[in-house]
């Protein structure tokens, strides 16, 4: 393997883990410490409104339930402005992304366009040798020659996988 089939590996896998937490932290989201308070709290009322059970309490526990209810609404508008404020945030983070894989990609691609990334044993790209294979065979080796773009997209489905793998890791509370 070359330096530049190995650089180009991590430089993609950096990305594809890059998008990988931001998918991940899109869909997992975050609960603010106003909103884990304000669950508390409605536990709490919840509870105290169950133990006033008996007929001479029924106004007292029918109040608290309306104030639950009332705080259960709060806490609903607070998720809502707080979904549309990350959605948002994960939006320009992910066009962020995409504009610096492009970049990347299409740097790597001008660099490597006219040079073979690799060379590999021929029986390694057997079916689709021709597919990968860049001008053939390199006759000083008897190698086959692996292009930029192939090599490419061989690390960016890799990568992706390893990703999805890793990323919870990395995301775990």
Do not use: C
Not at 152 to 172: D, G, N, Q, R
């Amino acid at each position: 393997m070359s330096l530049a089939a190995i650089f180009t590996f991590l430089l993609v896998s950096a990305l594809q883990m890059l998008e990988g937490v931001l998918d991940l932290a899109r869909r997992r989201g975050s609960i603010s410490d106003e909103q884990l308070k304000l669950r508390m709290e409605i536990t709490q009322i919840l509870k105290e409104a169950s133990t006033l059970s008996t007929p001479s309490t029924f106004a007292q526990a029918a109040k608290l339930k309306r104030l639950a209810a009332a705080k259960e609404k709060e806490l609903a508008k607070m998720q809502d402005l707080n979904i549309k404020g990350k959605q948002s945030l994960y939006e320009q983070y992910g066009k962020v992304l995409l504009i610096t894989k492009v970049l990347i990609y299409g740097a790597l691609i001008l660099w490597f366009w006219s040079s073979p990334v690799t060379t590999v044993p021929k029986h390694l790209l057997q079916p689709f040798g021709r597919l990968f294979s860049w001008r053939g065979v390199d006759a000083a080796t008897g190698r086959a020659v692996v292009g930029i773009l192939p090599w490419l997209f061989l690390t960016s489905h890799v990568s992706k996988l390893l990703s999805e793998k890793l990323a919870p890791i990395f995301l775990h509370p």
